[in-house]
Nanobody, 119 residues
Framework: QVQLLESGGGLVQAGGSLRLSCAASGIIGSVIAMGWYRQAPGKQRELVATITSGGSSNYADSVKGRFTISRDNAKNTVYLQMNSLKPEDTAVFYC?????????????WGQGTQVTVSS
């Protein structure tokens, strides 16, 4: 059974930093990419950052220059370093893993971790 275990969320003041971690286990197949999405109250879930197994990363415009995604392929773990946090970053952050198995792709999600940025 695939599990994505997230950690690192919490409460921080504006301008502060947090580091999220997500460890994937029980995966059968190849992990194509891992990433982070977030959902603020009353809004749709949106992409924050993704990183492929080859190390190519992609960021939402709103976090470019402030957030950095990294990955440890050997541990199937992805990290999100968040600096210069703003109140508008407040959301539940979800870890995602895209897995290729038997020529098909599957999406797996973590349970979410709350990030709250106070002004």
């Amino acid at each position: 059974q695939v599990q994505l275990l997230e950690s690192g969320g919490g409460l921080v003041q504006a301008g502060g930093s947090l580091r999220l971690s997500c460890a994937a286990s029980g995966i059968i197949g190849s992990v194509i990419a891992m990433g982070w999405y977030r959902q603020a109250p009353g809004k749709q879930r949106e992409l924050v950052a993704t990183i492929t197994s080859g190390g190519s990363s992609n960021y939402a415009d709103s976090v470019k220059g402030r957030f950095t995604i990294s990955r440890d392929n050997a541990k199937n773990t992805v990290y999100l370093q968040m600096n210069s946090l703003k109140p508008e970053d407040t959301a539940v952050f979800y870890c995602n893993a895209k897995v290729k198995k038997f020529l098909r792709e599957y999406d797996y999600w973590g349970q979410g971790t709350q990030v709250t940025v106070s002004s």
